[in-house]
């Protein structure tokens, strides 16, 4: 099993529409989570971090299932610029907090 | 702030060169990641560092040699450039404490062909 997991899609939306993306993680002792975007050709970029308590910014909502290892981000209200590659990355504790990223998940929002 | 900078920005090598590809970082991180990603795929990280003076190997290290003697910079040398390294390379830093790390920043990244 890998260490993150992500559906590659791509993820086909119309404008306007909310969609959601989960993520699923093999290490029970895992303690950050975040959501990176990454545009073509260009630099992952901090979208939002996933705490336990779940956490909303604008028309983004994240979200933490500890027992059932997943995270998921939830998009309302698409718009085309939302059009990109979502990245989860899961962080260990402990002496060196291993980073993993996911390959990420494509979503084109369509007009 | 100029965060993590990366440079070149692209770079063209011939089979058998060598060269550095530099990063530095000016928001006092202690970790500090070098990935690269083929196109349509996945960032894999090649080496990392949790401060200066300390390296370790990542997911795919052969081909490539780091060093870290400050907290600022963490460049990447290619020995013996081969077409497999045609990638694009991405640095990245993060800040960690207390047994938490918190989030990467990355550089614009290079882009290297090697033919």
């Known amino acids: 099993r890998k260490e993150v997991e992500q559906d590659p899609g791509p993820f086909n939306v119309p404008e306007g529409a909310t969609v959601a993306f989960n993520c699923t993680y093999s290490n029970s002792a895992s303690q950050s989570f975040f959501w990176y975007r990454q545009d073509c050709r260009k630099e992952p970029k901090l979208l939002m971090s996933?705490?336990?308590s779940g956490n909303e910014d604008g028309r983004f909502t994240a979200q933490l299932n500890r027992a059932s290892q997943y995270i998921s981000l939830l998009i309302r209200d698409s718009k085309l610029s939302d059009s990109a590659t979502y990245l989860c990355?899961?962080?260990?504790?402990?002496?060196?907090?291993?980073?993993?990223f996911g390959t990420g998940t494509k979503l084109q929002v369509i007009p | 702030n100029a965060g993590v900078t990366q440079t070149p920005k692209f770079r063209i090598l011939k089979i058998g060169q060598s060269m550095t590809l530099q990063c530095t970082q000016d928001m006092n991180h202690n970790y500090m990641y070098w990935y690269r990603q083929d196109p349509g795929m996945g960032l894999k990280l090649i080496y990392y560092s949790v401060g200066a003076g300390i390296t370790d190997k990542g997911e795919v290290p052969n081909g490539y040699n780091v060093s870290r003697s400050t907290t600022e910079d963490f460049p990447l040398r290619l020995e013996l450039a081969a077409p497999s390294q045609t990638s694009v390379y991405f640095c990245?830093?993060?800040?960690?404490?207390?047994?938490?790390?918190?989030?990467?920043?990355f550089g614009p990244g290079t882009r290297l062909t090697v033919t």
């Open positions: 990355v899961v962080s260990s504790s402990g002496g060196y907090q291993k980073v993993t």
């Open positions: 990245a830093s993060s800040y960690s404490s207390g047994g938490l790390s918190y989030e990467q920043y």
């Open positions: 996933v705490y336990s």
